[in-house]
């Protein structure tokens, strides 16, 4: 018997439809563009109603902690819609990788202090880990009660309210809060201008540990890429979108260009590959190997994201290079994200 798509229940089409429709409403192509230009890089007043009229920072985190007790899938939901529309959020690196961080730790007293305001929306947290060269082994080393070191990546670490700190120690990663005024936080250029990332170095800096042994750093790249596979298929899928439509409305010799049969194959075949891409994500929800099957959807979901992007502009034609149509937004999020997380 065939399982149950967990993307597709009937709460997560009611959820589906509650983002979609905040999103059509604020979050349009001018809207996005504004959040870029913003301080922080996203629009605080749309991020307060998706988590206080939705909840969805809150989506992943128990609800002893102030959470909604749901779990991956209706994460990878929201984020799916979020992709769609190239929406700058802290909810991949707040909610989803710095909340499973701290719900790895085993530490209750850790929890009770800092989800509750993760899961408001109210925090926003940042998790420094890995180096220059995007490897996710830990930048930073713990000793004697103190973190050294150069973290890159960082998702809105320049001004995040919580910093915690993946950092190596003779037993084996760690995580560590440390304060944000302790450590020197530098916002970057980045390829993909709805993603904000930072470089946080820490020097010699007091530090908190927060795990109890056996921090499993694995499994919170493995659920952080499920994550941002969601995010990926949802932006492939409305680069298709978009291309139809356009092949729709411009003609050519008398006729719409979508009706000729070469771009009917193209877009069919990047069709093939968001559905595929739909595919390798709900294996990753539903399947055995947790890794594998996370590995196998971040590959295949950056592949269908940079395949839909790259067919956008040439499909659009000369329009899609202009600075004012959004195709390079979803070329630029295409190529960024498949470098994030490895």
Not at 73 to 78: H, S
Not at 265 to 281: G, I, K, N, P, T
Request: net charge negative.
């Amino acid at each position: 018997m065939s399982q149950v798509d967990p993307m597709w229940t009937e709460e997560a089409r009611a959820l589906r439809e509650s983002v979609r429709a905040l999103l059509s409403r604020r979050s349009g192509p001018e809207a996005v563009r504004a959040a870029i230009a913003a301080p922080l890089g996203y629009d605080d007043k749309l991020w307060s109603t998706l988590c206080e009229q939705i909840g969805v920072a809150a989506l992943a985190i128990p609800e002893e902690y102030g959470g909604a007790g749901a779990g991956l899938a209706e994460v990878c939901v929201v984020l799916e819609e979020l992709g769609r529309t190239l929406t700058p959020a802290p909810m991949l690196g707040s909610a989803v990788l710095c909340g499973q961080a701290l719900l790895l730790t085993g530490n209750a007293d850790a929890c009770r202090r800092l989800l509750p305001g993760i899961a408001a929306g109210s925090s926003l947290a940042a998790l420094a880990w890995s180096d220059e060269d995007g490897h996710w082994s830990p930048a930073c080393e713990f000793r004697d009660g103190r973190v050294d070191g150069r973290a890159h990546y960082v998702l809105d670490g320049d001004h995040a309210d919580v910093l915690l700190v993946v950092a190596r120690t003779p037993d084996g990663p760690g995580l560590f809060e440390v304060a944000p005024a302790d450590a020197r936080r530098e916002a970057v250029t980045t390829l993909d201008p709805t993603r904000r990332l930072a470089v946080v170095t820490v020097s010699n800096a007091p530090a908190r540990r927060l795990d109890t042994g056996g921090f499993e750093t694995e499994r919170l790249r493995w659920t952080a890429a499920v994550a941002l596979a969601a995010e990926q298929t949802g932006a492939a899928a409305r680069a298709l979108e978009l291309t139809v439509e356009y092949t729709k409305q411009r003609r050519q010799f008398g006729r719409p260009i979508g009706g000729f049969q070469a771009l009917k194959h193209r877009m069919a075949d990047v069709h093939v590959q968001v559905e595929a891409a739909r595919s390798a994500l709900y294996g990753a929800l539903t399947g055995d190997d947790f890794e594998l099957d996370a590995a196998t959807a971040k590959t295949v979901c950056s592949a269908a994201l940079r395949h839909a992007a790259a067919e956008m502009i040439q499909l659009h034609g000369g329009i899609a290079i202009t600075w004012e149509h959004d195709a390079h937004l979803y070329f630029k999020r295409a190529h960024g994200s498949s470098l994030l997380f490895g």
